[in-house]
C-alpha cells in the first residue's frame, strides 16, 4: 500500500477533523430539532420575520393512491421493471465485476 505524501497526509488530517466537526454539529441540530418538533405543525416567526416552519413529514403511499384510481384505469399503474438485485444474484461474482462502472467522483473514504 502506498504511503501518503506530506501534503496528502496533511489534507486527509484536516478532512477527518472537518468530518468530525461534521458529525457534532449534526448531532447538535437533530437535539435542538428534537425539542423544535414539540411545536404545533405551522410557521412561525420572530419579531414579524419568518424564522421556523414545522411541516409534517409526508410521502406518496401508492397502495393508497391506487385505491383512488378507477378500476379500469388500475392496470396502467403497473411496470416491468429490470431489477438490478435479481440480476446481480443471477451471475456468478466475477460477473458482477465485469459489470461494474464507473460513476461520478472517486469516493474519498478515512480509514
Known amino acids: 500500500m502506498p504511503q501518503l505524501d506530506?501534503?496528502?497526509a496533511?489534507?486527509?488530517?484536516k478532512?477527518?477533523?472537518i468530518n468530525a466537526k461534521i458529525t457534532d454539529l449534526n448531532?447538535?441540530?437533530e437535539a435542538l430539532k428534537a425539542e423544535l418538533r414539540v411545536l404545533p405543525v405551522g410557521k412561525y416567526e420572530i419579531g414579524g420575520t419568518?424564522?421556523?416552519?414545522?411541516?409534517?413529514?409526508r410521502r406518496f403511499d401508492v397502495n393508497k393512491g391506487l385505491e383512488l384510481v378507477p378500476e379500469p384505469l388500475r392496470e396502467r399503474c403497473?411496470?416491468?421493471v429490470l431489477d438490478p438485485a435479481k440480476v446481480k444474484q443471477l451471475i456468478a461474482p466475477a460477473l458482477q465485476e465485469m459489470a461494474m462502472v464507473e460513476v461520478?467522483?472517486?469516493k474519498v473514504v478515512l480509514a
Open 78 to 80: 403497473y411496470s416491468t
Open 6 to 8: 506530506k501534503d496528502s
Open 104 to 106: 461520478g467522483k472517486p
Open 27 to 29: 448531532s447538535q441540530a
Open 50 to 57: 419568518p424564522a421556523l416552519n414545522i411541516v409534517p413529514n
Open 15 to 17: 478532512l477527518a477533523e
Open 10 to 13: 496533511l489534507i486527509a488530517a
